[in-house]
């Protein structure tokens, strides 16, 4: 089993950065895939970014791409997601989801767990 706990939504201007954490405990060891998602009301959940930490393959949505990067850092079972140049349709809550047997790294379907979010507001 694994926990995961995201940190370090706010509120910032268009044009501003923040960076995202996502904090693993539990059963860490092997290789697996991290995904960050985001959800605004009314609307669909959508993946943002992902990182298989075996593999080391990432994969990225096409309106993030360039401006938002995701790392891994296995000594502290953390990902971050790293968000650059920040625009107003940006905000959503952010979440964070592992999965063991992740095929397509864009589908919320495939990961098993997934954090509490964490919500980031970008202003015009």
């Known amino acids: 089993h694994m926990q995961l706990v995201e940190s370090g939504g706010g509120s910032v201007q268009a044009g501003g950065s923040l960076r995202l954490s996502c904090v693993a405990s539990g059963d860490t060891d092997g290789s697996y895939c991290v995904g960050w998602f985001r959800q605004v009301a009314g609307k669909e959940r959508e993946a943002v970014a992902a990182?298989?930490?075996?593999?080391?393959?990432?994969f990225y949505a096409d309106s993030v791409k360039g401006r938002f990067t995701i790392s891994l850092d296995n000594a502290k079972s953390t990902v971050y997601l790293q968000m650059n140049s920040l625009k107003p349709e940006d905000t959503a809550t952010y979440y964070c989801?592992?999965?063991?047997?992740?095929?397509?790294?864009?589908?919320?379907?495939?990961?098993?767990?997934w954090g509490q979010g964490t919500q980031v507001t970008v202003s015009s």
């Open positions: 989801a592992a999965g063991w047997s992740v095929l397509e790294m864009g589908w919320a379907d495939e990961y098993n767990y």
């Open positions: 990182i298989y930490t075996g593999a080391g393959s990432t």
